[in-house]
C-alpha cells in the first residue's frame, strides 16, 4: 500500500483559489472587484457599458478607492441613469413605476408592518423600491444601513449587466408581479399570449411568431411611462352613467376612506390623485384604452378587442357589486353597535386600507375580498386568464360574501339572543 507523505496532504487539503475572471478594464476597480466580487465585474464586462468604456466611477463616483472608503461610492440612482438616457429617465418619472416608493409610504398600515419589511430587500421594499425617492429619503436609508436597493431602473435591468433583453422579457417583471395580491405572471403565463411566448422562447415555435410579452402592452414601443387604463385598484372618478354601478363604486370609494358616509371628499382623496390610485378624468381612462386597441390590432381586428376590453369592464361591474354588499353588510355592523370600530378608523366605515391587519375575521374576509379575489377577477380578465379571472376571483368573491353574511347574521342572532336574556334578567 502507498504511504501518502505529510507534504501530499498539505498540499491536498490547501484551498484551491477559484478561477479569476479576466479584467480588461477599468483599472484598480476591476482589479479589486474581480478578486472580491467577480460576478459584479464579469456582468460589467458582458455590458454595453463596459463596451462603450462607462466604468465604475461614471455611476458611483470617485470617492471609493480602496476597502475602508467603500461607504464613498455612490447610489446609481435614475437621476445617475438620466445622464445618458434621458428620454427614458424622463418617460420613467411619468409612469407608475416611478410612483411605486411613494405609494407604499403613503399606506395607513405601514407603521404596522415590521422593519425588516419596508427597509431591506424583503417584504413591501423588495418591489416598491422602483419608485423614486427624495436625496434625502436616499440620505436617510443610507444612514441607517438600507441604502442597498435604493436605486429604481436595477430593479428592472439588473445589475451590472443593465440588459435591455433582459427587461424585455416577461421575466424581469416576475419578481414583483406574482403572487397573492398582484398575480400577474401566474395570470399571463398561463393566458394564450405567455403560453405562445414562452414555447417561443424554448424555440418550439418559429421567432417570428405572435407573441406579445407583458412590455408589448404596457412598454409599448419601449415607452418607460407605463400606465393602464382602469390602473391598480380598477377604480376612477366620475360615476358612471349606470347607477347601480356608481352606487356600488361609491361604497368601495367609502371603504377605502376616500369619502366619509355622506359622501364628501376626504384627505385621502388627494393622496390617491398624487399615485394615480384612481382615474379622475374620462379622457385619461379613454386615452390608455385606445393605446391597448391599437396594440391588440397588431394581431386581431378592432372589434373582438374592443368587444373583449369590453367585457373585461363588465367584470369590474359585476366584481363592484359584490364588493359593495360585503362593505355595506360590515358597516350595518358598526352602525348597529354589534362590531366595534376600530380606533383608527375614521368613520362608521370598513377601512379597507387597513388590509391583514384588519381586527376581525369578518373584516380579514373583506380585505381579501379586495385586494386578492376582485383583483383576480378583473386583472385575470384583461389578461386573457380564464382560470384566474372566474376560479381565483370571482368564485373567491362569492365564498367570501357568503362567509360575510352567515358570520353577520350569526353576530345578529348572538345580539338578539343576548338582548332577550338580558330583558328575562330585568323582569
Given amino acids: 500500500m502507498r504511504t501518502v507523505c505529510s507534504q501530499e496532504v498539505k498540499e491536498s487539503t490547501q484551498a484551491v483559489e477559484p478561477a479569476q475572471p479576466p479584467v480588461q478594464a477599468e483599472d484598480s476597480c476591476a482589479d479589486c472587484h474581480a478578486r472580491i466580487t467577480p460576478?459584479?465585474?464579469?456582468?460589467?464586462?458582458?455590458?454595453?457599458?463596459?463596451?462603450?468604456?462607462?466604468?465604475?466611477?461614471?455611476?458611483?463616483?470617485?470617492?471609493?478607492?480602496?476597502?475602508?472608503?467603500?461607504?464613498?461610492?455612490?447610489?446609481?440612482?435614475?437621476?445617475?441613469?438620466?445622464?445618458?438616457?434621458?428620454?427614458?429617465?424622463?418617460?420613467?418619472?411619468?409612469?407608475?413605476?416611478?410612483?411605486?416608493?411613494g405609494a407604499m409610504k403613503a399606506m395607513p398600515n405601514l407603521h404596522w408592518q415590521p422593519t425588516v419589511q419596508l427597509e431591506g430587500l424583503k417584504g413591501c421594499w423588495a418591489c416598491h423600491r422602483v419608485g423614486l425617492k427624495?436625496?434625502?429619503?436616499?440620505?436617510?436609508?443610507?444612514?441607517?444601513?438600507?441604502?442597498?436597493?435604493?436605486?429604481?431602473?436595477?430593479?428592472?435591468?439588473?445589475?451590472?449587466?443593465?440588459?435591455?433583453?433582459?427587461?424585455?422579457?416577461?421575466?424581469?417583471?416576475?419578481?414583483?408581479?406574482?403572487?397573492v395580491e398582484s398575480p400577474q405572471w401566474e395570470m399571463y403565463s398561463s393566458s394564450k399570449h405567455?403560453?405562445?411566448?414562452?414555447?417561443?422562447?424554448?424555440?418550439?415555435?418559429?421567432?417570428?411568431?405572435?407573441?406579445?410579452?407583458?412590455?408589448?402592452?404596457?412598454?409599448?414601443?419601449?415607452?418607460?411611462?407605463?400606465?393602464?387604463?382602469?390602473?391598480?385598484?380598477?377604480?376612477r372618478l366620475p360615476y358612471p352613467q349606470d347607477a347601480q354601478w356608481a352606487q356600488d363604486r361609491a361604497a368601495i370609494l367609502q371603504a377605502l376612506g376616500v369619502f366619509d358616509p355622506t359622501g364628501k371628499p376626504t384627505p385621502r382623496l388627494a393622496v390617491f390623485e398624487t399615485y394615480k390610485f384612481l382615474r379622475f378624468k374620462e379622457e385619461d381612462w379613454q386615452a390608455e384604452r385606445e393605446k391597448d386597441l391599437k396594440i391588440c390590432n397588431e394581431c386581431h381586428s378592432v372589434n373582438f378587442a374592443r368587444a373583449e376590453l369590453d367585457k373585461g369592464d363588465q367584470i369590474i361591474r359585476e366584481s363592484d357589486?359584490?364588493?359593495?354588499?360585503?362593505?355595506?353588510?360590515?358597516?350595518?355592523?358598526?352602525?348597529?353597535?354589534?362590531?366595534?370600530?376600530?380606533?383608527?378608523?375614521?368613520?362608521?366605515?370598513?377601512?379597507l386600507l387597513a388590509m391583514q391587519n384588519a381586527p376581525t375575521v369578518i373584516e380579514q374576509k373583506l380585505f381579501s375580498m379586495?385586494?386578492?379575489y376582485r383583483m383576480a377577477a378583473f386583472q385575470g380578465a384583461f389578461h386573457g386568464s380564464p382560470d384566474y379571472s372566474f376560479w381565483h376571483g370571482w368564485a373567491q368573491m362569492q365564498s367570501c360574501l357568503t362567509e360575510i353574511r352567515e358570520r353577520a347574521a350569526e353576530i345578529r342572532a348572538m345580539a338578539g339572543k343576548a338582548a332577550k336574556n338580558h330583558a328575562k334578567g330585568a323582569k
Avoid at 54 to 73: E, P
Fill in 370 to 372: 379586495f385586494h386578492e
Fill in 39 to 101: 460576478g459584479i465585474v464579469v456582468d460589467w464586462q458582458l455590458s454595453k457599458h463596459s463596451a462603450n468604456d462607462v466604468g465604475c466611477s461614471k455611476c458611483h463616483g470617485d470617492r471609493h478607492n480602496s476597502m475602508v472608503d467603500a461607504a464613498n461610492a455612490g447610489i446609481a440612482g435614475a437621476e445617475v441613469c438620466a445622464k445618458c438616457h434621458a428620454v427614458q429617465a424622463e418617460q420613467f418619472g411619468k409612469g407608475k413605476h416611478a410612483l411605486a416608493w
Fill in 321 to 351: 357589486a359584490l364588493m359593495a354588499e360585503g362593505i355595506r353588510t360590515v358597516a350595518a355592523l358598526y352602525q348597529d353597535g354589534l362590531l366595534k370600530k376600530p380606533e383608527s378608523y375614521s368613520y362608521e366605515f370598513p377601512d
Fill in 134 to 179: 427624495t436625496e434625502w429619503e436616499v440620505k436617510g436609508l443610507m444612514e441607517k444601513g438600507s441604502g442597498f436597493g435604493a436605486s429604481s431602473c436595477d430593479a428592472c435591468h439588473t445589475r451590472h449587466l443593465f440588459s435591455v433583453d433582459e427587461a424585455k422579457s416577461p421575466q424581469a417583471c416576475r419578481t414583483c408581479h406574482t403572487g
Fill in 194 to 235: 405567455g403560453v405562445r411566448f414562452l414555447l417561443k422562447q424554448s424555440r418550439m415555435l418559429p421567432e417570428d411568431s405572435a407573441a406579445p410579452t407583458c412590455q408589448s402592452c404596457h412598454f409599448q414601443d419601449g415607452d418607460h411611462a407605463n400606465m393602464t387604463a382602469w390602473g391598480y385598484l380598477a377604480l
